[in-house]
């Protein structure tokens, strides 16, 4: 069976507050969660090499599923999501929007 990546991505956000901020830590937990073996003991040829077979899941895969998340519940949110909001006010008048 096939996990959601926005599931798997939610549980981690929930689990784990510091990835709520930082898509490469995010990344790694994610990652460590799939692989059969020790994340620490595998070389990189190894995790490119897994990567490349879709044994593990794509960062970008990850990180849209992390936006789409933050976007619907907002107890996944990190304390950088509310500047970027509040920011994204500010071009938006900037642009005349």
């Keep these: ?12 956000l ?3 507050p510091r ?8 990344i790694y937990e994610i990652w460590k969660n799939e692989m ?8 990189l ?3 490119l090499s897994l990567w490349k077979n879709k044994k593990i899941s794509h960062p970008s ?11 619907i519940d907002r107890n ?8 970027r909001h509040e920011e994204q006010k500010n071009v938006k ?3 005349g929007y």
């Excluded at 990835?19 to 995010?26: A, E, K």
């Excluded at 059969?36 to 070389?43: E, G, P, V």
């Design 1 to 12: 069976m096939k996990i959601n990546m926005q599931a798997k991505v939610r549980e981690v």
């Design 14 to 16: 929930i689990k784990t």
């Design 19 to 26: 990835c709520r901020d930082d898509d490469t830590y995010l």
């Design 36 to 43: 059969q073996s020790d994340i620490n003991k595998i070389s």
């Design 45 to 47: 040829l190894e995790t």
């Design 61 to 71: 895969a990850i990180m849209r599923a992390r936006r789409k998340v933050q976007e």
């Design 76 to 83: 996944t949110r990190g304390n950088l999501w509310k500047k």
């Design 93 to 95: 008048k900037d642009l």
